[in-house]
Nanobody, 111 residues
């Protein structure tokens, strides 16, 4: 069974940057769309961005122009580069492939 492990979260000031990584336990990336979601306390989980097997990307309006999703199939890893972070970006971030979810990594934006 595929396992997904996120990393790269942390505490950052508004306007700062973080780069999240999601590593898979085996080579599945090349044939699948990879998705980042997030969930803030008291809110529903929302889609942040996804990248298809051919590299096409799509973003939530709230992060467009600030976040960039990318993938490295050779490393079985998907990334989420987050710039110009805002207080409202505070959430637990999860990656997903198909019905498999990672455990998430916490991002806290605070001054």
């Amino acid at each position: 069974q595929v396992q997904l492990v996120e990393s790269g979260g942390g505490l950052v000031q508004p306007g700062g940057s973080l780069r999240l990584s999601c590593a898979a336990s085996r080579s599945i990336f090349s044939a699948n769309t990879m998705v980042w979601h997030r969930q803030a306390p008291g809110k529903q989980r929302e889609l942040v961005a996804f990248i298809t097997s051919d590299g096409s990307t799509n973003y939530a309006d709230s992060v467009k122009g600030r976040f960039t999703i990318s993938r490295d199939n050779a490393q079985n890893t998907v990334y989420l580069q987050m710039n110009s972070l805002k207080l409202e970006d505070t959430a637990r971030y999860y990656c997903r492939v198909g019905q498999t979810w990672g455990q998430g990594t916490q991002v806290t934006v605070s001054s």
